[in-house]
């Protein structure tokens, strides 16, 4: 490959894709001849990684795509690019675990460019009481209408593993545990579940993330979401849309933890490229902290340098978008990284989904989620 012709693939979202775009541009970047290509969000849950890096040199990924990864050999391991000093800084500056994250046996295999977890998004002007608090207070707001769940996709898995920890009991990330959940927590848990997806509008049933806050911005059938990934863009003034405002993750009582499934996206740099200074400089660049604190929140991104999230500067421009999420991001659950995981998030998700249904006993999904999960370890 030469450096004169770098690929790089991300998401089809202004998040994703503006900040990195415009750093490409910028004179200093201008002869790497870096163009970012886009795929949808699902995209990245679909395709196998090794594919996307057979045809990429850097790829924005998930970081429970690590395992997978490691096992194809298909990423370069940070440490054999960068200075260890500068791995350290990295890790110290980024918010929550959104570094650890991409650590995989003993090495890490992608840089934190964007940080989100996920959080409570609300409508303020169509909820007349104080926000929700506890999971009990979000129950006694569903009761009234406008309150949904974010379960399409691999999101009904994610809620749920928000929730459990938010219930004293995260899910395991080691296959070789002898169980994912505890029973009587899962149950607890799927109980609060099943009560709102019975009460949410069933035209949420299908929507992800985003399509979720689009909905929200744009119509006021929804009013308050207690779990969904947080995106800073819907929190500003636009034309012709609402603003979207966004919270801690509810607790179940007072003093309990924020129950949070980790999201955000991290840069790889794929076994078919061939790192030069200047694209090494690059990626240093965008890690820097005047680029997380400056360029990315002006170009639609979410940093994940913890200086920005406690900026006044950064919160002021987006309604303290951070300030009032950055709780929730330190007590983020972080997903398996294991080989094998993707596909028992995507089978798991549809499973819980059955439930919710009434297609499937509680126990029973109980079950069959602790049984395929140990499976992984096989």
């Avoid at 163009?35 to 990924?61: A, K, M, N």
């Avoid at 909905?215 to 969904?228: F, G, Q, S």
């Avoid at 500067?313 to 990284?337: C, G, I, K």
Wanted: aromatic share 8%; with cysteine; proline share 6%.
């Amino acid at each position: 490959m030469s450096e004169l012709a770098i690929n790089g693939l991300t998401w089809d979202h202004p998040r994703g894709f503006t900040a990195l775009d415009a750093a490409s541009r910028l004179p200093q970047a201008q002869a790497l001849h870096l163009r970012w290509r886009t795929q949808p969000l699902e995209g990245f849950e679909s395709h196998p990684l090794r594919e996307l890096c057979d045809q990429y040199d850097l790829v924005v990924i998930d970081h429970p795509h690590i395992g997978e990864a490691v096992q194809e050999q298909c990423l370069w391991p940070l440490e054999d690019l960068f200075a260890p000093d500068e791995l350290r800084a990295w890790a110290a500056q980024s918010v929550g675990l959104s570094y650890a994250s991409y650590s995989w046996q003993g090495k890490q295999w992608a840089i934190p460019l964007d940080a989100a977890t996920q959080v409570a998004a609300a409508r303020t002007d169509l909820i007349d009481r104080s926000m929700p608090v506890t999971w009990q207070d979000v129950v006694q707001l569903s009761s009234q209408g406008g309150v949904c769940l974010s379960v399409a996709g691999p999101h009904a898995l994610l809620s749920f593993c928000s929730m459990m920890a938010a219930h004293g009991a995260p899910a395991e990330v080691d296959p070789d545990r002898p169980y994912f959940v505890k029973e009587s927590v899962a149950l607890d848990v799927l109980d609060i579940m099943a009560t709102l997806y019975g009460r949410m509008p069933k035209s949420v049933h299908t929507l992800n993330p985003i399509g979720i806050l689009e909905l929200m911005a744009n119509h006021d059938e929804v009013r308050y979401c207690p779990l969904v990934y947080g995106y800073v863009n819907y929190s500003m003034p636009r034309a012709g849309r609402k603003i979207v405002t966004f919270h801690d993750a509810p607790i179940l009582a007072a003093g309990g933890r924020r129950g949070s499934t980790l999201g955000g996206t991290g840069i790889a740099l794929s076994k078919r490229s061939k790192p030069s200074k200047a694209l090494l400089d690059h990626l240093r660049h965008l890690m820097a902290e005047h680029t997380q604190v400056s360029f990315i929140p002006a170009h639609e991104g979410q940093p994940s340098h913890r200086t920005a999230w406690t900026s006044p500067d950064v919160n002021a421009a987006s309604n303290n978008f951070y300030q009032n999420t950055l709780q929730t991001m330190e007590d983020a659950y972080v997903r398996p990284r294991c080989p094998g995981y993707i596909e028992f998030q995507t089978r798991a998700s549809a499973a819980i989904r059955a439930a919710l249904a009434d297609q499937t006993a509680h126990r029973q999904l109980i079950a069959e989620l602790n049984r395929e999960f140990t499976r992984l370890s096989h």
